[in-house]
């Protein structure tokens, strides 16, 4: 019929609390005879009918009143709503401010005893610790994000449908927890064969959490009833697609719940952020999947315990309970935001704010010593913590700041502070003290290079009332450890440095990712960034040398003189291992690693049986591979080359063999067993010799066994590849 034809009417619906009963009642009333057409508004309460002929009100009331709504002649609302209205505190109110207060009682308690532990994340770690970490992050962070979004899911739904069983309320939170493990397995995996791809930055990390925390709040007000105006800003998808959903799910909606839970993969989580950099730094897609399912199955506890009592709650229980959800998720909510203005870059202390200028310089004399006209500043880290984590310093008058990371986990052991262009790695021993001088009053903010660590924490600059005098600049220049003092011809020898040059790429990562230097010889390490860092990889550090090198796109220049000989490593600002440096005594002279070097021909992952070019020796050292590498150890049937190309790209050293004796064998295998972590042996009757040994890119023929040659070869090429994981 069209549309001109049609006659509208306006009516009011009472009882609407939430952008689903829009799409409820709008189904509804398309079932009443005549009307063609429904717009419903919950934030005005106003229902539009587009009908084609008059609807009786009985009918309307009718369709909707099962469901707990009311409707009238929208003339009558308009005449109720010219009257003032009256802001007056209920009892309701009062109710709602005790339960805020008790819950900020309870968490400032938790907070004072410091009852949540702290986990960091670490390389090659067992699925079983990752468990434990899930246990631990759904009852602190994670419990923020994904936690406050099951609260509300749980809540909402037990107040939309008060009389279904306990059982039929749970069945959403079931839902969206299932979501949740598949989301996580399956994208974890997807992590780890894609790599970079899929990780955001710290910055989209930060603004999409301060948009969670504000979707939390205002859920959580209308779950409390406060603020109708709030009904305005609920987020919600479009109508046409929340009727598909309806239409497709039927009486259980099982699949918002569980779309709702598979997007929580995206959410800002510390910990969730720090295993998805773990899952990338090892680059399999397997070890990502089994990685993020386990940490999904060690938030379900958490999450189940706090979506049963919601699912279960009846009567007055019920009604307390939807309150205190609702207090909980402002609270979280709030707190939340601060990590995500952190991440953002903006970080801005919400306390602060009040603080006049003269109550902030009273706190000068807490934490802040002036010595001999030198601010001194000390701050300890604990996990991931500040303690404390805000200062006020005067203008003009040099600061030292005293820092013991020797307890920092994760990210926290490297500093980051913006305005200064300070990145600094906090030593395990002993404390790092860091000069500047505050020129400028307002905030220095600071953090680790992934926002992970204490909300707000900032030096605030005021001015200088005290008349304290300020030192010459040169006496607090902040010294930078990772430059070498220039050499003077016309005073010292000068040693020409050693100058190595790596890139930094989305498809190689660190490449190459292992260099022979010489001790007592300067460095010069250019790395070439090809793509914009993020996160963890934001930062190189040097943790024998207390170094921490901020990388960004283009060339950026590392220089150290290595003091010991042995193996050190580069890794990122969380710990994980990125490149690996074996040096060498003065005296000794760097000598040929065993075998010929073998072009490099790319890392892809392929499909298993997928057809790829020809490889470029044989055994080949390196290129197109299967994403599961085989276990170590020695086997009596032959691999695929793909297979074993993966365990080669861990650092992995495989041996083959064709046309041996039994003692051969026998002596082969021994050797297997005194490398377990790092040695592949296997029979291969595709070898021109009688045993192959193959690093990556690197290759050594025998036609006799020689177990000097062999030890060598796996001293020498062991973990000489992309990924350093051969034990």
Sequence with gaps: ????????????????????????????????????????????????????????????????????????????????????????????????????LIVLGAYLILKKFDLVPKLGISENMSYGFVFVIGLVAAMSTCLAVTGGLLLVVAAKYNERFPNLTGLQKFKPTLYFNIGRVVSYTVLGGAVGALGSVLTLSPRANGVLSIAASMVMIILGFQLLHLFPWTKRFQPKMPKFLAHKIHDMSGKDNKSAPALLGAFTFFLPCGFTQALQLYVLSQGNMMTGALTMLAFSLGTLPALFSLSAI????????????????????????????????????????????????????QDTASNVEIVNGVQIAKMSVIGLRYTPSRFTVLQGVPVEWHIDGTRADGCGQVIVVPALGITEYLPRQGEKIIKFTPNELG?????????????????????????????????????????????????????????????????????????????????????????????????????DYDVALPLKVGENKLTFTPTKPGVMYATCSMGIKMVQFNVTDKVTQLKE???????????????????????????????????????????????????????????????????????????????????????????RSKNDTKIALASWGRLQNMEAFNEKAILDFITENKNRSPELLAQ
């Design 1 to 100: 019929m069209n549309s001109q034809q049609l006659k509208k009417r306006v009516f009011k619906i009472n009882g609407m609390h939430c952008a689903s009963c829009e799409v409820l009642i709008e189904r509804k009333f398309k079932k009443v005879h005549g009307v063609e057409n429904v717009k419903v508004n919950h934030a005005s309460g106003k229902a539009e009918l587009y009908c084609s002929q008059e609807p009786r009100m009985a009918d309307l009331q009718g369709a909707i009143k099962a469901d707990g709504y009311g409707v009238s002649p929208w003339q009558d609302h308009g005449t109720i709503s010219q009257r003032p209205r009256e802001i007056t505190i209920n009892k309701d109110h009062l109710h709602t401010g005790a339960i805020f």
């Design 310 to 361: 919601s699912s279960f709650a009846r009567g007055a229980f019920q009604k307390h309970f939807l309150k205190v959800a609702g207090v909980v998720v402002v609270m979280l909510g709030f707190f939340n935001i601060g990590n995500g203005l952190t991440l953002a870059g903006i970080n801005t202390s919400f306390a602060s704010a009040f603080k006049s200028n003269a109550q902030a310089a």
């Design 443 to 543: 905030r220095i903010t600071f953090s680790c290079s992934m926002g992970m660590t204490t909300s707000g924490a900032a030096f605030t600059v005021v001015s200088n009332t005290k008349g304290i005098a300020a030192l010459s600049p040169s006496s607090t220049d902040q010294v930078n450890p990772m430059q070498n003092k220039p050499c003077d011809p016309a005073s010292e020898k000068c040693v020409p440095p050693q100058k190595l040059s790596m890139e930094l790429s989305r498809e190689r990562g660190f490449y190459p990712n292992s260099f022979d230097i010489q001790q007592g010889v300067p460095v010069e390490l250019t790395i070439d960034v090809k793509t914009p860092p993020s996160g963890c990889m934001s930062v190189m550090v040097l943790p």
């Design 593 to 683: 690693r065993p075998g010929f070097e073998i072009p490099i021909m790319g890392r892809e992952h392929i499909a298993v049986g997928a057809v790829h070019p020809p490889y470029n020796s044989n055994p080949p050292t390196s290129g197109w591979h299967y994403p599961k590498p085989a276990p170590w150890g020695v086997y009596e049937q032959e691999l695929p080359d793909e297979v074993v190309i993966h365990n080669l790209e861990h650092g992995g050293i495989w041996i083959s063999y064709k046309d041996i004796d039994a003692e051969t064998k026998s002596k082969l295998k021994a050797i297997a067993a005194r490398n377990p972590g790092s040695v592949i042996v296997v029979p």
